[in-house]
């Protein structure tokens, strides 16, 4: 496969498919994911991460030319470029699923905009897909067992993700897995703490910035 930005995979690892491609809309003007965290931009953080866990990691972007193409064109990663990305999420996971090389035994869905997600929950995440082989989907979650993100899916549910038209995302896939879904807890909120709004990220720098007791 061709690479879409700087580097080449070093080894096979199971692929982490970064989702960066839609339009912050409900950001009034502002990409949420150019906003920094701890002096770097979310996407580049979410890409540095990705990079700690797998040398293959893949990442959906708007249609060229775009200012997000900046953000990691040094790293070395894969650029997806989603060409109908306003057409939503599903476009995104269509694009990204159609790169998996036959060989692909699982990949790593990591959202762009989760802010509190680290390395060592990616890290449990898969190895989750070692100690629960029987699952299809492994799902991070609150520690209350609300369903959040990221997710590893197993290959036999690829063509479904192939096959994914509009902005709900893989739900049907999700809701149809049954008791082939598998759990992953986090700690705190992070597996469901996203950012969409300003409102959103004014509560969350409020909230890092407030003395623990």
């Known amino acids: 496969m061709a690479r879409g930005c700087a580097g080449d995979i070093l ?3 199971m692929p982490v498919l970064i989702l960066a491609a839609g339009a912050s809309s409900r950001m009034r003007g502002r990409d949420k994911l150019s906003i920094a965290i701890d002096g770097v931009p979310l996407l580049r953080r979410q890409a540095k991460m990705a990079l700690h866990v797998s040398t293959d990691v893949r990442i959906a972007l708007p249609p060229r030319p775009h200012p997000r193409y900046d953000l990691v064109q040094d790293l070395a990663v894969d650029c997806i470029e989603v060409t109908d990305a306003a057409e939503g999420m599903g476009a995104s996971l269509r694009a990204l699923f159609a790169t998996l ?3 692909v035994s699982a990949a ?4 762009g905009d989760l802010p ?11 190895t989750a897909m070692h100690t629960h082989p029987n699952a299809l989907i492994w799902r991070c979650a609150t520690p209350s067992g ?17 096959a994914l038209s509009g902005d709900s995302g893989g739900q049907a896939i999700l809701k ?14 992070r597996a469901r703490r996203d950012l ?11 909230a890092r910035k407030k003395p623990l007791t």
Do not use: C, Q
């Open 11 to 13: 080894a096979r690892m």
């Open 196 to 206: 969409d709004t300003p409102e959103d990220w004014a509560a969350w720098e409020a």
């Open 116 to 126: 509190d997600v680290d390395a060592d929950d990616l890290r449990n995440l898969m």
């Open 176 to 189: 149809a897995a049954g008791d082939a879904l598998y759990l992953v807890p986090l700690k705190d909120e």
């Open 108 to 111: 790593l869905i990591l959202l």
């Open 146 to 162: 609300k369903a959040g993100h990221p997710m590893v899916v197993a290959r036999d549910v690829f063509d479904d993700f192939k």
């Open 101 to 103: 090389e036959s060989d």
